[in-house]
């Protein structure tokens, strides 16, 4: 009981903080008055809609903590709940700005993946590999794989990159010799293949495999010069000692430290910390949301940017990320990449905002029902972020997601065994 108390206080303090981080300074960011200013109005707060989302807080709260805290539904539903459902009430309280419905489909999202969490798929009689097994045949298919971006981009390798130099200098000079196979291969190695192969190395305690695995990231890094690859070195390292629950708890207790330090430094007139952290993570996607909602409301594209675009006609001149940057942001190059509910808005209003909540409950459904141990919860932290920023079918195809489902399915599926791990 003390512990839940003391989980109950952490996210009570991270909602408040977090919300007045957002009045504070994230609604006044340029983003957002460009957006206020495209809509001839401005982020306001509502008293009368944040005791709404108060309310509404602690109902999700409540339910969110009678879900088993030893189970992956309970981490990937925590997940959307701190970086998803909770932006999304904060920007609630702002009434001429974000709608009811837009908060609704978030809510929506919540409980579809809780209530799928209830159903249980048996997944013990499907054969799955050993890890060291499984160690050497990563190894051997991320060796090979690797020899056509070695042929490829190797000439073009930039050392200064590791030091985060030059980066866009190398995006510019790669991006005419890419080709489809390092389109569709390259978020299968830095987001499962490669952060699999390490946890595997670091469990059996193979100091070679491990050096080779970090090595193998790196190489990754500077062939695309993602930050996101450094970065899934950290995240599997920090996760790979953790279960589930105390994962989540210290998510939450680490934000709420980081979010006061945002304050210290705002205060002085530091802004960059909070700028690069919670404006970007936690409340962008919340902003592009009220302007896929608004852009799309009665221009529905149905996938005609996927496979379906061979039977339905784009009805636009060029893609919805740069449409968006255009019409919102004064900047036709920019890509506002959507996530999981305004990519389902963009493409069938509130029935693809529920296909794809139906897709994502699914998912982690069927992860939850092969009892993955906690130390692979990095692996699916990287993959969750993919569904906040990018639409549901080009995650699922081409950043792995649907990979990562099948090789769970043979390599870390433990629901054969009497005990979870």
Not at 203 to 208: D, G, P, S
Not at 220 to 235: E, N, Q
Not at 398 to 421: P, Y
């Amino acid at each position: 009981m003390k512990y839940k108390l003391s989980l109950n206080a952490n996210y009570l303090v991270y909602f408040f903080l977090l919300l007045g981080l957002y009045h504070y300074k994230i609604k006044h960011y340029p983003y957002w008055n460009l957006v206020a200013f495209k809509e001839e109005t401005y982020f306001d707060l509502s008293l009368q809609r944040l005791l709404v989302a108060i309310l509404i807080f602690l109902v999700d709260l409540y339910f969110l903590l009678k879900v088993k805290r030893g189970k992956l539904s309970y981490a990937v539903l925590s997940f959307f709940f701190l970086l998803l459902t909770i932006p999304s009430l904060i920007a609630f309280t702002s009434q001429n700005m974000y709608q009811t419905k837009l908060m609704a489909y978030h809510q929506l999202l919540f409980f579809g993946v809780l209530m799928f969490s209830k159903i249980k798929m048996d997944f013990s009689k499907i054969p799955v590999l050993n890890k060291k097994q499984s160690l050497y045949v990563l190894f051997g298919l991320i060796t090979l794989g690797m020899i056509p971006y070695l042929v490829v981009y190797g000439p073009h390798l930039n050392i200064k990159n590791l030091f985060f130099l030059d980066v866009y200098e190398t995006r510019r000079s790669i991006s005419g010799v890419s080709n489809p196979y390092f389109g569709y291969t390259y978020s299968l190695f830095t987001k499962i293949l490669v952060p699999l192969f390490l946890i595997f190395a670091l469990e059996l305690k193979n100091k070679v495999m491990t050096f080779i695995a970090i090595l193998y990231l790196i190489l990754f890094y500077l062939f695309g010069a993602h930050k996101t690859v450094y970065a899934s070195i950290i995240v599997i390292f920090v996760f790979y000692s953790l279960n589930y629950s105390s994962a989540i708890s210290k998510i939450v207790t680490w934000s709420n430290f980081l979010i006061v330090i945002c304050f210290a430094f705002a205060l002085i007139g530091i802004d960059q910390p909070w700028i690069y952290s919670f404006r970007r993570v936690h409340f962008i996607p919340t902003l592009l949301d009220i302007t896929y909602l608004d852009f799309f409301e009665h221009n529905p594209i149905f996938w005609s940017e996927s496979v379906l675009g061979a039977f339905i006609r784009y009805p636009f001149e060029t893609t919805h990320a740069h449409l968006i940057g255009e019409a919102y942001f004064n900047s036709p190059g920019m890509d506002a990449n959507n996530g999981l509910i305004s990519d389902g808005y963009m493409n069938f209003g509130t029935w693809g905002v529920v296909i794809n909540v139906f897709i994502v409950a699914c998912y982690s459904m069927i992860l939850d029902s092969m009892k993955v141990a906690p130390k692979y919860f990095g692996l699916f932290v990287l993959m969750l972020f993919s569904f906040m920023s990018s639409s549901t079918p080009t995650v699922m195809l081409t950043h792995g997601a649907l990979a990562l489902l099948v090789i769970s399915m043979f390599i870390l599926n433990r629901s054969g065994l009497s005990t979870e791990h």
